[in-house]
């Protein structure tokens, strides 16, 4: 089993730029694929982005392509979240997930476990 804390969300302006953090429980860290993930008032929670065991791959929606990073560090169990060049519309509270697969998944269904978020919010 795996818990997660997120951490480093906070308010920024926009054009501005956060580091989300992400520590995990457990000595088999390595064996799950990582993502973010990212819910604002009223919708559905989206996919940001998500990297592989190793951390050989990742994939991006295309909305944050280009400002956000996602990395990982096994021997740390960590995994982060770069965002660069802040708009009002990446304002929600972004979750960090694991799921016990070989591959990266935009879908929140193929995600074992989940933390408990932290919020971001991007003002104009």
């Known amino acids: 089993q795996v818990q997660l804390v997120e951490s480093g969300g906070g308010l920024v302006q926009a054009g501005g730029s956060l580091r989300l953090s992400c520590a995990a429980s457990g000595r088999t860290f390595s064996r799950y694929a990582m993502g973010w993930f990212r819910q604002a008032p009223g919708k559905d929670r989206e996919f940001v982005a998500a990297?592989?065991?190793?951390?050989?791959?990742?994939y991006y929606a295309d909305s944050v392509k280009g400002r956000f990073t996602i990395s990982r560090d096994n021997a740390k169990r960590m995994v982060y979240l770069q965002m660069n060049g802040l708009k009002p519309e990446d304002t929600a509270v972004y979750y960090c997930?694991?799921?016990?697969?070989?591959?990266?998944?935009?879908?929140?269904?193929?995600?074992?476990?989940w933390g408990q978020g932290t919020q971001v919010t991007v003002s104009s």
């Open positions: 997930a694991a799921a016990d697969r070989q591959t990266t998944s935009v879908w929140t269904h193929e995600y074992d476990y």
């Open positions: 990297i592989s065991k190793s951390g050989g791959s990742t």
